[in-house]
């Protein structure tokens, strides 16, 4: 299988809903994706500002500055001590990393790739890439002899689920008596909304109370993406197992898989800063707060979306009827066919829209 193999970008599929409803009156209120629509911080946008002298290649590890500032964060914002600035990696965006992962383990046939029932596709599509064979699984017990490699997602885009320590450890466990890597992609974990995440901090696979201290065989895969309105810089990381980030750094040195230096100052400014991540979860939880009791006026049941950027949503209709529905009043959902096939009567309804959005949204809800 090559990349010229893999299916047409599904989200062709939306286009026919995102006419209609951009033939509100109003406009649309599109909450189909998840790209953040608040201004970059001025703290990050300055650094990059002040790093456009970039004459040299930048070094696929990452400064010495970044690495320290992805150890920092761990730390501080993560409850994860004792990380060594060899043991982290910044990496263009986050999506690169998950679909080459395979490729950077040098998986293929024969071995299984597990991701969960409700996933990011493109865990799948970094499986089916190399040839491996890619199986939707929460549970640890039903994972195959053959797998290689775990994706875990908490907070999960889309359901918003959240593993705890407990299921953390559980799937640690049975990866490794499989012998398996896990990676644990984390990106939405600043975002707790309900209990106990509204108190807790979410965890991360490299959590003590995960690992006991042996970090073989463990990765946690982070971006600011999200958490900084950074998606258009590609600014993102991963942390763990020495041995396994030292083989991927190897790899991506080969592929000049390097993150622009300018990024990497800016990087560095937006981990040192926790206040505007405050500011941005608030912005979020404020448009939370409106869409999700509009959302049940509505007649949808909001499933898991317990953290995260994502209500996931059903009104027990198959999830083209309820993309039409929405469209019918000027909003696009995500549907939730295209994060795996158990999710045949799901929506994933975004918090990424201005203010100004969600409420027009909320109250177009209010009129179904
Ligand atoms: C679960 C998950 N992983 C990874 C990504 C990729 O993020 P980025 O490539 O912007 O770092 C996303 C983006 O939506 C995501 O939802």
């Known amino acids: 299988m090559g990349v010229s193999d893999l299916a047409d970008y599904p989200w062709d599929a939306v286009a026919p809903f ?51 500032a992805i150890v920092d964060w761990y730390a501080r914002r993560r409850g994860v001590t004792g990380l060594t600035p060899d043991q982290v990696l910044p990496t263009v965006g986050s999506k690169e990393l998950v679909a080459l992962l395979p490729l950077l383990l040098d998986l293929g046939p024969g071995d299984v790739v597990v991701h969960p029932r ?39 885009n889309p359901d918003g689920r959240v593993l ?62 999200k958490q900084s309105n950074l998606a258009g810089y590609r600014a993102a990381f991963l942390a763990g197992d020495r041995v396994l980030v030292d083989r991927l750094l190897t790899g991506r040195k080969h592929l000049g898989l390097m993150l622009p230096a300018p990024v990497q100052r800016a990087m560095t400014a937006a981990l040192a800063d926790d206040a505007h991540v405050s500011r941005q979860k608030e912005l979020y939880r404020a448009r939370r707060d409106v869409l999700k009791p509009a959302l049940e006026s509505a007649g949808f049941r909001i499933d898991s979306s317990e953290a995260g950027l994502y209500l996931w949503v059903t009104e027990g209709r198959d999830t083209w009827e309820s993309m039409a529905r929405l469209a019918e009043v000027g909003i696009l959902a995500g549907p939730g066919v295209f994060y795996g096939a158990h999710h045949p009567q799901h929506v994933r309804v975004s918090l990424t829209a201005t203010d100004e959005r969600i409420r027009a949204a909320a109250s177009r809800l209010r009129g179904i």
């Open 164 to 225: 705890d320590a407990a299921a953390l450890r559980d799937a640690v466990v049975r990866a490794r008596r499989l012998g398996a890597v896990v990676a644990s992609d984390e990106c939405y974990a600043e975002l707790g909304w309900d209990a106990p995440w509204d108190v807790e901090p979410i965890p991360s696979v490299l959590d003590g109370r995960v690992t006991d201290g042996d970090l073989s065989g463990i990765l946690s895969v982070y971006s600011l993406s």
């Open 118 to 156: 409700a996933a990011y596709p493109t865990y799948e599509v970094g499986a089916r890439l190399v040839g491996a064979t890619p199986v939707a699984s929460d549970d640890p017990a039903d994972w195959p002899e053959a797998t290689k490699l775990v994706w875990l997602n908490s907070p999960g």
């Open 18 to 68: 995102a006419e209609r409803a951009r033939a509100h009156p109003d406009g649309i209120v599109d909450l189909s994706i998840g790209s953040p629509v608040d201004p970059t911080p001025p703290v990050v946008a300055q650094a990059l500002a002040a790093a456009t002298d970039a004459h040299a290649y930048p070094q696929t590890m990452g400064t010495a500055d970044l690495r320290g």
